[in-house]
């Protein structure tokens, strides 16, 4: 029987209810028959009378009628007798509000509902589907004993319907008859076994509902029937592919090995492995076994990820936890995409998501860096969310960031919303804590905060204060000093005894202010809260012990006082103070160790995030969100050590995936014979295509649907790729227009990157894609696939013949090969030199690249992005330090020094120019030096020129640009021969990562003056006597650090200012000379970590005579 009817049918059962809620309040003809007093006795005897006369229409009247009623709470049991009469009435309309109500009374009304059984029997042979599963359901409603048996026989009848809306009912069926009585579970899982083998979408969810409830461990009946509930997954209704997704977790943990071991770091590392060459690769290959996935595992992965594009968030959040819990730790970021998507929705699907995040924040930080905008507190946010953002953000935070998340605490600091102020200064301790190059400016910060007018934020302040100087309070007796003169003006009890927790703890640290502090304590301890009080009886015993003159008397009058404090937790401790401190004849030896007992060292505390311990739960479960073990939680079950049998998954007839690709309408083209790849990738990417055919589908069945080409963009470069061979397929464009946009995207491409080299083989013309060029000038390929994916994607029909040449120019953008003779034409671009000063051509250093024609050309060349106060300037001292890159005997013959001649690089302005002086100590000739590959592979690196060849005891200097993101991260590649690769890496002094600025002493105050607390890193140092001078200080500064000198008027004073040369954040660098050659080192910056670098080598370099 076709599926047809059945939503008609329920489509009409909707619409009778609706009638019956509607029509309900037009019929009550007085609001007093609602009432308190009135009888229901006449309304229920129309209704009474209705049923029971002959009229259809009056009987469908007064069904809708008493629907309405049971729709607003209204009681209408005593109608049932009426109403089940109506049980066997042909109009269909009419029976189907019938069962309504029977599933509502059935229970209640056990005994008049047995009476009926027969009809119910009867109706299970009905020829209409819905009537029988009605039927079905009112029986399986009925919750007596007696009828179990009859029960039992309907549900076998039912899971062998032509229907399967039928053989969904018996489903649900199971998980009553099962509660009402267990004893029947051996019969219920044959019914469940049979079931398993429906193919139809429509049962599968409920099936497997059954299996969860009745039997979770019996995992044997899942085998024959995996692989077609993963080919089904995707046609199934979505609360039922949660379910599904869910006990497909538990099985593959049951059935699978893991694949986190040992081999999954090879697989990690297989793009490195594409560079090495055959024998070293062979090598690796025979020392270590590579993980090999289960392909039923990998079916399941590869099933799984099209619904990430759900529109249902259970079913992404279902899928999220899949790949966590089931795929290689190089896959799981495939889902950060959609998990961000889901912050769009309700809040409350905001929470949940969330807190998924944060535990998986934890433990991989960079699934969710590029996407860290998305975790800004808005201003509209409810305050647990934004708590979960601050919580995210928090655990994101790394050195190349903490600068960009600092700022953004400071602006939430000033939140009207106090709770969500305090868990921001919480989150400001936990970076200090995590970064120790930020830990005195969060610590500067901080203090700043405790002049705050809102008592909240001060007192959370305090609270974390008091954890950092626990790590280092040898440093910050100042700090304790300030909390203690800030100390009457703190109200909030929690801040009052950290601070004086602090007191007791350092009281040898500040001995003339702890005693006054303890006075002071001593006149109002009897109106402090009972917290505070017992941390002044701890002070007041500390201080004895150590300073017992000033203080003996204090403390005897504070013990006193506490000795008849209301509280009896004051008076134990009292008790107990005054039996430790002051010796007596009761006391025995106890006395003796009361130092060693209130001053033991105290380990500092670990400020930890509060999602650290919620991994042990499965993601995406009430238990996690809970952090407590819930009612019907199942444990994840461990990884097997040894695979299990998987021919156990073997069924007679085997579906393959492909079958499935045409319900989606995937066109696969066919595969070249030219081969890219080795063999052993070769396979691999071709299986990967082959089953792929869902991922693309759903991405491309989602753009058409309406979603936005950001949710249904391209999740890899071979999906772009493949979308763009549709497009082009699908134009009808002639070869001969393809090779016009391909020479076109040619010379643009030349115009853009200078000095780019790509493979000279390609195997399909718009399937391979690399994230960038051989010299990896930017990762260009994947915002072009992107965009080409998504056009692809969106555009109609008719559109897409319009759309195809652009389509494949720029698809053929990345695939374009400069040649030799036009790369040296354009290698210096006007346009990048917008940030260069229009210096004098005489003073401008030469360069090998650089033309005196060129220089006259650019002679008073006017700067457009740089503001005429802040100009950048070539340094007046460069000291040139040269390091060594590559040693002769590790370079067999090839030796490389390297260093920084602190000129702008004429590539790129966000690139540090770098020299490279290249010899050559052997006795033959070396051939083709050039770069090869680099780690990370997306470093941008602007490569010299390939080095045809090299003389024995020639040397060649050469130049490169490196954009090291302003970060002292060493840059890693490979200096290769025609023979040989070597391994080498260029690690830059913070230093070298500034360009000099030019700018006026009342601009540099205006500057710094922007750029105070967190912003702000200073040090008193002791300088050597040699440097005390300015033209000694001028020349230790600029030996450090590639930075102008600002004019200044006062002599004690020296400032210099520059930039980073990669984001152009300002530099402000100051040193302030005080008595006996001591001078406070001031350095003001966005950059945080960097500021502690350079405050670090500064301070070396002036302590040099």
């Known amino acids: 029987m076709s599926t047809g009817p059945l939503y008609n049918d329920q489509?009409?059962?909707?619409?009778?209810?609706?009638?019956?809620?509607?029509?309900?309040?037009?019929?009550?003809?007085?609001?007093?028959?609602?009432?308190?007093?009135?009888?229901?006795?006449?309304?229920?005897?129309?209704?009474?009378?209705?049923?029971?006369?002959?009229?259809?229409?009056?009987?469908?009247?007064?069904?809708?009628?008493?629907?309405?009623?049971?729709?607003?709470?209204?009681?209408?049991?005593?109608?049932?007798?009426?109403?089940?009469?109506?049980?066997?009435?042909?109009?269909?309309?009419?029976?189907?509000?019938?069962?309504?109500?029977?599933?509502?009374?059935?229970?209640?009304?056990?005994?008049?509902?047995?009476?009926?059984?027969?009809?119910?029997?009867?109706?299970?042979?009905?020829?209409?589907?819905?009537i029988r599963a009605s039927a079905l359901r009112v029986l399986s409603s009925i919750r007596v004993p007696i009828?179990?048996?009859?029960?039992?026989?309907?549900?076998?009848?039912?899971?062998?319907?032509?229907?399967?809306?039928?053989?969904?009912?018996?489903?649900?069926?199971?998980?009553?008859?099962?509660?009402?009585?267990?004893?029947?579970?051996?019969?219920?899982?044959?019914?469940?076994?049979?079931?398993?083998?429906?193919?139809?979408?429509?049962?599968?969810?409920?099936?497997?509902?059954?299996?969860?409830?009745?039997?979770?461990?019996?995992?044997?009946?899942?085998?024959?029937?995996?692989?077609?509930?993963?080919?089904?997954?995707?046609?199934?209704?979505?609360?039922?592919?949660?379910?599904?997704?869910?006990?497909?977790?538990r099985y593959a943990r049951t059935q699978f090995i893991s694949p986190w071991k040992e081999g999954a770091a090879f697989d990690e590392n297989s793009e490195k492995t594409f560079y090495d060459s055959d024998h070293e690769e062979k090598k690796d290959q025979t020392e270590a076994k590579p993980y090999i996935m289960d392909p039923d595992h990998r079916l399941l992965l590869r099933n799984?990820?099209?619904?990430?594009?759900?529109?249902?968030?259970?079913?992404?959040?279902?899928?999220?936890?899949?790949?966590?819990?089931?795929?290689?730790?190089?896959?799981?970021?495939?889902?950060?995409?959609?998990?961000?998507?889901?912050?769009?929705?309700?809040?409350?699907?905001?929470?949940?998501?969330?807190?998924?995040?944060?535990?998986?924040?934890?433990?991989?930080?960079?699934?969710?860096?590029?996407f860290m905008k998305s975790f800004y507190v808005r201003s509209t946010d409810a305050t647990h969310i934004k708590t979960l953002k601050l919580e995210i953000l928090t655990n994101l935070a790394n050195e190349a960031n903490i600068s960009t998340i600092l700022r953004e605490f400071q602006t939430y600091v000033k939140s009207q919303d106090k709770a969500f102020a305090a868990a921001t200064i919480q989150a400001i301790g936990r970076c200090a804590t995590n970064i120790s190059e930020v830990t005195d400016t969060c610590l500067n910060g901080l203090v700043l905060l405790l002049s705050n007018r809102d008592e909240t934020v001060v007192a959370e302040s305090v609270v974390v204060i008091k954890k950092l100087l626990q790590t280092q309070p040898t440093q910050h007796s100042e700090i304790i000093k300030h909390m203690a003169k800030i100390f009457d003006n703190i109200t909030v009890p929690m801040a009052r005894a950290s601070i004086l927790?602090?007191?007791?703890?350092?009281?040898?640290?500040?001995?003339?202010?702890?005693?006054?502090?303890?006075?002071?304590?001593?006149?109002?301890?009897?109106?402090?809260?009972?917290i505070v009080k017992l941390q002044i009886v701890n002070l007041a015993a500390k201080?004895?012990?150590?300073?017992?003159?000033?203080?003996?008397?204090?403390?005897?009058?504070?013990?006193?006082?506490?000795?008849?404090?209301?509280?009896?937790?004051?008076?134990?401790?009292?008790?107990?103070?005054?039996?430790?401190?002051?010796?007596?004849?009761?006391?025995?030896?106890?006395?003796?160790?009361?130092?060693?007992?209130?001053?033991?060292?105290?380990?500092?505390?670990?400020?930890?995030?509060?999602?650290?311990?919620?991994?042990?739960y499965q993601l995406g479960t009430l238990s996690h969100s809970l952090n407590t073990k819930a009612t019907g939680y199942q444990e994840l079950p461990d990884w097997p050590s040894e695979a299990p049998d998987q021919s156990v998954r073997n069924v007679e007839v085997i579906e393959p995936v492909k079958e499935w690709a045409p319900l989606v309408g995937k066109v696969k083209q066919p595969k070249s014979d030219q081969k890219f790849y080795s063999d052993e990738e070769d396979e691999k990417e071709e299986g990967g295509s082959e089953s792929s055919g869902s991922e693309d589908d759903s991405s491309s069945s989602?753009?058409?649907?309406?979603?936005?080409?950001?949710?249904?963009?391209?999740?890899?470069?071979?999906?772009?790729?493949?979308?763009?061979?549709?497009?082009?397929?699908?134009?009808?464009?002639?070869?001969?227009?393809?090779?016009?946009?391909?020479?076109?995207?040619?010379?643009?491409?030349?115009?853009?990157?200078?000095?780019?080299?790509?493979?000279?083989?390609?195997?399909?013309?718009?399937?391979?894609?690399?994230?960038?060029?051989?010299?990896?000038?930017?990762?260009?390929?994947?915002?072009?696939?992107?965009?080409?994916?998504?056009?692809?994607e969106s555009d109609s029909e008719e559109d897409s013949d319009s759309d195809a040449p652009t389509v494949q120019k720029k698809k053929n953008d990345v695939k374009s090969k400069p040649k030799e003779g036009v790369k040296s034409k354009k290698e210096v671009s006007l346009l990048d030199l917008d940030d260069f000063s229009p210096a004098p051509v005489n003073n401008t250093p030469k360069s090998a690249f650089v033309s005196s024609s060129l220089l006259s050309d650019l002679e008073g060349l006017s700067l457009s992005n740089v503001s005429p106060t802040i100009q950048v300037n070539t340094p007046s001292f460069g000291p040139i330090k040269t390091h060594e890159l590559l040693h002769h005997m590790t370079g067999k013959g090839l030796s490389a020094k390297y260093h920084f001649p602190r000129q702008p690089c004429l590539y790129q302005p966000s690139m540090v120019a770098v020299q490279v002086i290249?010899?050559?100590?052997?006795?033959?000739?070396?051939?083709?030096?050039?770069?090869?590959?680099?780690?990370?592979?997306?470093?941008?690196?602007?490569?010299?020129?390939?080095?045809?060849?090299?003389?024995?005891?020639?040397?060649?200097?050469?130049?490169?640009?490196?954009?090291?993101?302003d970060s002292t991260q060493a840059a890693n590649f490979q200096l290769c021969t025609?023979?040989?690769?070597?391994?080498?890496?260029?690690?830059?002094?913070?230093?070298?990562?500034?360009?000099?600025?030019?700018?006026?002493?009342?601009?540099?105050c205006k500057e710094q003056g922007k750029l105070l607390g967190m912003n702000e890193t200073s040090k008193t140092i002791t300088m050597a006597t040699a440097t005390t001078s300015r033209q000694a200080v001028n020349k230790q500064v600029l030996s450090v650090a590639n930075i102008g000198v600002v004019s200044c008027g006062l002599d004690n004073i020296h400032r210099f200012a520059g930039r980073t040369v990669s984001s152009g954040a300002l530099v402000l660098l100051s040193v302030e000379m005080k008595e006996t050659s001591c001078g406070l080192l001031t350095i003001n910056t966005e950059k945080s970590v960097m500021a502690s670098m350079l405050l670090r080598d500064l301070t070396h370099a002036l302590a040099q005579s």
């Open 702 to 792: 989602s753009s058409s649907s309406g979603s936005s080409s950001e949710e249904s963009g391209s999740e890899s470069d071979e999906e772009s790729s493949e979308a763009s061979e549709k497009t082009s397929s699908d134009s009808g464009k002639s070869s001969s227009e393809s090779e016009e946009s391909s020479s076109e995207s040619d010379s643009e491409q030349n115009k853009k990157n200078k000095t780019k080299k790509v493979a000279q083989k390609r195997s399909k013309p718009a399937a391979v894609n690399s994230d960038s060029d051989k010299n990896g000038n930017g990762p260009v390929a994947d915002a072009t696939s992107e965009e080409s994916s998504s056009s692809s």
């Open 501 to 530: 927790w602090l007191m007791g703890e350092y009281c040898e640290k500040v001995p003339k202010i702890a005693p006054d502090v303890l006075r002071k304590m001593a006149k109002s301890f009897t109106t402090e809260e009972d």
């Open 11 to 130: 489509g009409g059962a909707d619409t009778a209810v609706e009638a019956g809620q509607e029509s309900t309040p037009t019929t009550s003809s007085a609001g007093a028959a609602f009432g308190l007093f009135s009888t229901d006795f006449k309304k229920n005897e129309d209704l009474k009378e209705m049923l029971e006369s002959n009229k259809e229409s009056l009987k469908l009247e007064a069904m809708k009628r008493v629907v309405g009623l049971i729709a607003k709470g209204k009681t209408a049991s005593e109608l049932f007798p009426a109403v089940v009469k109506n049980v066997a009435s042909k109009n269909i309309e009419l029976k189907k509000l019938v069962y309504v109500y029977l599933v509502r009374y059935a229970e209640e009304q056990q005994d008049l509902a047995l009476l009926s059984i027969s009809t119910f029997q009867r109706a299970l042979k009905d020829p209409n589907q819905f």
């Open 304 to 370: 799984t990820k099209p619904l990430l594009q759900s529109r249902n968030t259970a079913v992404v959040m279902s899928v999220a936890q899949l790949y966590w819990h089931l795929a290689p730790k190089q896959e799981v970021s495939i889902v950060t995409k959609s998990l961000v998507r889901l912050l769009r929705s309700h809040r409350e699907v905001q929470y949940i998501v969330l807190q998924n995040i944060a535990t998986m924040s934890i433990q991989r930080k960079g699934m969710f860096e590029p």
């Open 978 to 1004: 025609k023979e040989d690769q070597f391994n080498v890496s260029i690690q830059p002094a913070v230093g070298e990562l500034l360009m000099p600025s030019t700018m006026t002493e009342q601009d540099f």
């Open 543 to 616: 201080l004895y012990l150590t300073n017992s003159k000033q203080t003996k008397l204090l403390t005897q009058y504070i013990l006193n006082l506490g000795k008849y404090d209301q509280n009896y937790d004051i008076r134990d401790r009292t008790r107990f103070i005054r039996q430790l401190i002051v010796p007596s004849e009761k006391s025995g030896a106890l006395n003796k160790y009361a130092r060693r007992i209130l001053l033991a060292p105290k380990p500092a505390p670990v400020l930890e995030s509060a999602f650290k311990d919620r991994d042990r």
């Open 918 to 965: 290249l010899t050559n100590s052997s006795d033959h000739s070396l051939e083709e030096i050039h770069i090869g590959s680099r780690n990370p592979a997306n470093l941008n690196i602007h490569c010299f020129n390939t080095v045809e060849r090299l003389e024995p005891g020639a040397s060649v200097t050469v130049s490169m640009g490196i954009d090291f993101s």
């Open 147 to 249: 009828i179990v048996p009859i029960m039992m026989l309907a549900i076998k009848e039912a899971a062998s319907d032509m229907s399967p809306y039928v053989r969904k009912t018996s489903a649900h069926a199971i998980q009553k008859l099962y509660s009402l009585d267990p004893e029947q579970k051996e019969q219920l899982i044959e019914v469940i076994e049979k079931l398993l083998k429906d193919k139809s979408t429509l049962v599968a969810g409920s099936v497997v509902v059954a299996f969860e409830e009745v039997c979770p461990d019996r995992i044997d009946l899942i085998h024959k029937n995996y692989r077609k509930l993963c080919n089904l997954l995707v046609d199934v209704e979505e609360w039922g592919q949660v379910v599904i997704i869910s006990m497909l977790t």
